[in-house]
T-cell receptor
Framework: SQQGEEDPQALSIQEGENATMNCSYK?????LQWYRQNSGRGLVHLIL?????REKHSGRLRVTLDTSKKSSSLLITASRAADTASYFC???????????FGAGTRLFVKA | DGGITQSPKYLFRKEGQNVTLSCEQNLNHDAMYWYRQDPGQGLRLIYY???????QKGDIAEGYSVSREKKESFPLTVTSAQKNPTAFYLCASSTQGFTGNTIYFGEGSWLTVV
């Protein structure tokens, strides 16, 4: 199984609601990143959280990291139809080299 | 504007043909990568290069080849040995190879076997 696994695989919400996506990983990490991918496009970096950080904010995004549980969550507040996309977590294992991407969460925001 | 340019956006390959996907970056990044993405799936690493004239196999390198003759360019050739090449291909770069650095992606190329 993959280092980073997102949950849920798919999420459908109404515009204005909050969307929460989770990422679990297996080994200790240096940092964890979240990326967004619109359908048929490249990935865009959203936010990076280091292993010694617990929470980070960027606009409507809030990322938490719990290294004891080896998990992270991405919260999008007051979602918009334009937030419809796939969201991927990517981990940088400690002592490793490669950045490892999860399979992603597909978010659909209904207007 | 700085970024990564992939071309073509759509490419069709006949059985037995080799095709080359172009990737150019003007971000002055040392490291470049090629990923494959199948519908509804995550990213799988094909090849990566940390510096000019050097590249390494990723997790699914069989049936693919690359070159890195210039810092800005990292073309990917999908050879006839790749039996199931239909997929979305993403080129990416970072300031240094992996180590948790932010990775910047191109807009992708769709390859379809006809």
């Amino acid at each position: 199984s993959q280092q980073g696994e997102e949950d849920p695989q798919a999420l459908s919400i109404q515009e204005g609601e909050n969307a929460t996506m989770n990422c679990s990983y297996k080994t200790s990490i240096n940092n964890l990143q979240w990326y967004r991918q619109n359908s048929g496009r490249g990935l865009v970096h959203l936010i990076l959280i280091r292993s010694n950080e617990r929470e980070k904010h960027s606009g409507r995004l809030r990322v938490t990291l719990d290294t004891s549980k080896k998990s992270s969550s991405l919260l999008i507040t007051a979602s918009r139809a334009a937030d419809t996309a796939s969201y991927f977590c990517a981990t940088a294992p400690t002592g490793g080299f490669k950045t490892i991407f999860g399979a992603g969460t597909r978010l659909f925001v209904k207007a | 504007d700085g970024g990564i340019t992939q071309s073509p956006k759509y490419l069709f390959r006949k059985e037995g043909q080799n095709v080359t996907l172009s990737c150019e970056q003007n971000l002055n990044h040392d490291a470049m990568y090629w990923y494959r993405q199948d519908p509804g799936q995550g990213l799988r690493l094909i090849y990566y290069s940390q510096i000019v004239n050097d590249f390494q196999k990723g997790d699914i390198a069989e049936g693919y080849s690359v070159s890195r003759e210039k810092k800005e360019s990292f073309p990917l050739t999908v050879t006839s040995a790749q039996k199931n090449p239909t997929a979305f291909y993403l080129c990416a770069s970072s300031t240094q190879g992996f180590t948790g650095n932010t990775i910047y992606f191109g807009e992708g190329s769709w390859l379809t076997v006809v």
